[in-house]
Nanobody, 114 residues
Framework: QVQLVESGGGLVQPGGSLRLSCAAS????????MGWYRQAPGKQRELVAA???????NYADSVKGRFTISRDNARNTMYLQMNSLKPEDTAVYYC????????WGQGTQVTVSS
């Protein structure tokens, strides 16, 4: 089973930026549509961005225009560039397949606060 490791989270002020990374132990980004998910305290995990193996992207309305998903198949790595961060973006962020996700990693905590 492919392992996924998220990194790049941290504490940032409102309006700031962060870049998250997702490293995979195997070559899955060129095969599957992948996504970035987030889970805030007391809320269900939600999909915020996805990228197909062809490079097409889509975003949740709440992050559209602020977040950018990308991937580097050669490095088995996926990214989430997050700009203009808001307090409501505070959550643990995970990467996984968009369809039938399984084998969740530990995630990376993003906290947006002044």
């Amino acid at each position: 089973q492919v392992q996924l490791v998220e990194s790049g989270g941290g504490l940032v002020q409102p309006g700031g930026s962060l870049r998250l990374s997702c490293a995979a132990s195997g070559n899955i980004f060129s095969i599957y549509t992948m996504g970035w998910y987030r889970q805030a305290p007391g809320k269900q995990r939600e999909l915020v961005a996805a990228i197909t193996n062809g490079g097409s992207t889509n975003y949740a309305d709440s992050v559209k225009g602020r977040f950018t998903i990308s991937r580097d198949n050669a490095r088995n790595t996926m990214y989430l560039q997050m700009n203009s961060l808001k307090p409501e973006d505070t959550a643990v962020y995970y990467c996984n397949k968009k369809t039938s996700p399984k084998g969740w990693g530990q995630g990376t905590q993003v906290t947006v606060s002044s």
